[in-house]
């Protein structure tokens, strides 16, 4: 069996070296990401492991079919980029990582969270102007904050777990319940009591039609003046313009922001001093009380070689049996 890595960057060869010793099979690895135009490098491999924001297009799919290559693992968790009906109808057996590191991305969102409230940003650009005078920027505690954790599957609860820990009260909501967090209490019965209740908001679901634009201008009028939202789980759910008139009225205190909804425009890419074409982002980003990271919450030695080692053994396991335990069907 024979295996090529698309989009392979330099943190994740030591893992995939490893994998292939320790497994026998050979992984050649390319940093080009997976398109129609790169795919003829997998000519005569049995299988193709791959990670990127870029669609995988239904020609690039033609074209895998075409080379007799009906295996790919993906090293993440989200297939919103790929046609799986088309993959599905060429025969095409696609797998994901659905749990890499729950804790990478809760241990972020506290981060941010912190940062927030000690207006780490405000700081630091006083700072950097030798301005060394504290008041009256006065920060919070978050053993003071009210925490609405909206989606309490593998990151919520991790989350959970870590504010519960700094002493905050934790409210949650979810559209099926945990038992875990059902025992605790912790459930409200909808997203309105956790809008009214919470003075920091965090988002841990995935994005369907139905969760787009979840935090809309209904939704913040619905909010406690002054709260913190905090968004590591996918951009669409937030309107962006009406995040920016929430924060311009002081209905939003901050906001913390690792993904965005055209986040492709900007996210993984050195723009360096080139203008940047995304409004929303240009109004955010200048902001002392939001802070942006290009989708790095994940980004952890823990998760990236879990994301490394599942996906390999999927590919294989695709190969040797047909089927895989992270098979992802339409
Ligand atoms: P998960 O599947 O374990 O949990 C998702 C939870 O959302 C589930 O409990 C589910 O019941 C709930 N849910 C689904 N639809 C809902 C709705 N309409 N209303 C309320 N609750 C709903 O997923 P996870 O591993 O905890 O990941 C959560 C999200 O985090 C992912 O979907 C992904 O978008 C995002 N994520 C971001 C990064 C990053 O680096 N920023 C990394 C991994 C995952």
Same mark, same amino acid.
């Given at each position: 069996?024979?295996?090529?890595?698309?989009?392979?960057?330099?943190?994740?060869?030591?893992?995939?070296?490893?994998?292939?010793?320790?497994?026998?099979?050979?992984?050649?690895?390319?940093?080009?990401?997976?398109?129609?135009?790169?795919?003829?490098?997998?000519?005569?491999?049995?299988?193709?492991?791959?990670?990127?924001?870029?669609?995988?297009?239904?020609?690039?799919?033609?074209?895998?079919?075409?080379?007799?290559?009906?295996?790919?693992?993906?090293?993440?968790?989200?297939?919103?980029?790929?046609?799986?009906?088309?993959?599905?109808?060429?025969?095409?057996?696609?797998?994901?990582?659905?749990?890499?590191?729950?804790?990478?991305?809760?241990?972020?969102?506290?981060?941010?969270?912190?940062?927030?409230?000690?207006?780490?940003?405000?700081?630091?650009?006083?700072?950097?102007?030798?301005?060394?005078?504290?008041?009256?920027?006065?920060? #919070? @505690?978050?053993?003071? *904050?009210?925490?609405? /954790?909206?989606?309490?599957?593998? +990151?919520?609860?991790? $989350?959970?777990? =870590?504010?519960?820990?700094?002493?905050?009260?934790?409210?949650?909501?979810?559209?099926?319940?945990? #038992? @875990?967090?059902?025992? *605790?209490?912790?459930? /409200?019965?909808?997203?309105?009591? +956790?809008?009214?209740? $919470?003075?920091? =908001?965090?988002?841990?679901?995935?994005?369907?039609?139905?969760?787009?634009?979840?935090?809309?201008?209904?939704?913040?009028?619905?909010?406690?003046?002054? /709260?913190?939202?905090?968004?590591?789980?996918?951009?669409?759910?937030?309107?962006?313009?009406?995040?920016?008139?929430?924060?311009?009225?002081?209905?939003?205190?901050?906001?913390?922001?690792?993904?965005?909804?055209?986040?492709?425009? /900007?996210?993984?890419?050195?723009?360096?001093?080139?203008?940047?074409?995304?409004?929303?982002?240009?109004?955010?980003?200048?902001?002392?009380?939001?802070?942006?990271?290009?989708?790095?919450?994940?980004?952890?030695?823990?998760?990236?070689?879990?994301?490394?080692?599942?996906?390999?053994?999927?590919?294989?396991?695709?190969?040797?049996?047909?089927?895989?335990?992270?098979?992802?069907?339409?």
């Amino acid at each position: 069996m024979k295996i090529i890595g698309y989009g392979i960057r330099q943190d994740e060869r030591q893992f995939v070296e490893q994998w292939s010793s320790q497994n026998g099979i050979g992984v050649k690895m390319t940093a080009e990401l997976l398109t129609a135009e790169t795919v003829d490098q997998a000519s005569g491999y049995d299988g193709i492991v791959a990670f990127q924001q870029l669609a995988y297009s239904d020609e690039l799919l033609e074209k895998m079919d075409q080379l007799g290559i009906h295996n790919l693992s993906l090293r993440n968790v989200g297939v919103d980029n790929i046609n799986l009906e088309k993959a599905t109808s060429l025969g095409i057996k696609v797998t994901n990582v659905p749990v890499y590191s729950p804790e990478a991305i809760a241990e972020f969102t506290v981060t941010q969270l912190m940062q927030l409230l000690r207006r780490s940003k405000e700081y630091a650009r006083k700072f950097s102007n030798h301005d060394f005078r504290w008041a009256p920027q006065i920060s #919070k @505690e978050l053993n003071q *904050q009210t925490v609405g /954790v909206i989606g309490t599957g593998h +990151i919520g609860r991790s $989350a959970i777990k =870590i504010f519960q820990g700094f002493g905050a009260k934790v409210i949650a909501y979810d559209a099926f319940h945990n #038992k @875990e967090i059902e025992s *605790q209490g912790l459930y /409200v019965d909808s997203l309105s009591d +956790i809008y009214k209740q $919470a003075t920091v =908001i965090t988002l841990h679901i995935p994005l369907f039609p139905e969760t787009e634009h979840m935090l809309d201008r209904e939704a913040f009028n619905q909010m406690n003046d002054g /709260v913190f939202i905090i968004n590591a789980a996918r951009g669409p759910l937030i309107d962006e313009s009406a995040l920016i008139e929430a924060l311009d009225s002081g209905k939003v205190g901050g906001a913390a922001l690792d993904v965005m909804e055209d986040e492709t425009k /900007v996210f993984n890419q050195d723009l360096g001093k080139q203008e940047i074409n995304y409004p929303a982002f240009n109004n955010l980003f200048e902001r002392d009380n939001v802070l942006i990271s290009p989708h790095t919450a994940f980004y952890t030695d823990v998760a990236v070689k879990n994301m490394v080692n599942i996906s390999l053994n999927n590919n294989k396991q695709l190969f040797e049996t047909g089927t895989a335990d992270n098979l992802v069907e339409k």
